[in-house]
């Protein structure tokens, strides 16, 4: 089983719809869990982190984690064609400097 | 801002060359990663370092090396570059602690 799974796109949502994104984890003791978004040919850039069970909103995005589900989403709201990227999950422990990351979603937003 | 600088945006080297690349970060972290980036794959860890000198293995150490000499500078060394190898090569820090990672933007490598 991967450390982190995320489900396999791609995505095409209408421009103004929402895009929703789901991760899951194996490990319990995940601690911390990012979401990156990824222009093609262009390095990740962080966009959300979350660290306690629940929602949290940032402007047009809302990352929600679930540490019981062992489940992490990213909704974008009102999706922009500028949305269309591809968004990386990424995952780390207590006290483990390293970040596990899912292989990502590509998601296209239709104008 | 975090900088996070790749020496080299795009690299073409021959087979079994020795092949560094080289990473700076300006903010002062002590952790330092490289990735590389692969179709369908995602990002898999090569190397990281917590600390100067100090160095641990990640998920795919093999036919790589990596040197820290100094705290803002991480380098990460082909050994014998075979054609394997080609890949997008991301280099990331982060500060102490359980937080995200900076990435710099990344060097292409074509080993033909």
């Known amino acids: 089983q991967k450390e982190v799974e995320q489900n396999s796109g791609p995505l095409s949502v209408p421009e103004g719809a929402i895009a929703s994104l789901n991760c899951t984890y194996s490990d319990r003791g995940s601690q911390s869990f990012f979401w990156y978004r990824q222009y093609s040919g262009k390095s990740p850039e962080l966009i959300m982190s979350?660290?306690?069970?629940g929602d949290k909103e940032d402007g047009r995005f809302t990352a929600q984690l679930n540490k019981a589900s062992q489940y992490v989403s990213l909704l974008i709201r009102d999706s922009q064609p500028s949305d269309s990227a591809t968004y990386l999950c990424a995952v780390n422990k207590e006290d483990d400097y390293k970040l596990s990351f899912g292989a990502g979603t590509t998601v296209t937003v239709r104008a | 801002d975090v900088k996070v600088t790749q020496s080299s945006r795009y690299l073409v080297k021959r087979t079994g060359e020795k092949v560094f690349l080289e990473c700076v970060q300006d903010m002062d972290h002590e952790n330092m990663f490289w990735y590389r980036q692969d179709p369908g794959l995602g990002l898999r860890l090569i190397y990281f370092?917590?600390?100067?000198?100090?160095?641990e293995k990640g998920d795919i150490p093999e036919g790589y090396s990596v040197s820290r000499e100094k705290k803002e500078r991480f380098s990460l060394i082909l050994e014998s570059a075979s054609t394997n190898q080609t890949s997008m090569y991301l280099c990331a820090s982060s500060p102490t602690g359980v937080t995200e990672a900076f990435f710099g933007q990344g060097t292409r490598l074509t080993v033909v």
């Open positions: 979350i660290y306690s069970n």
């Open positions: 370092s917590y600390d100067v000198k100090m160095k």
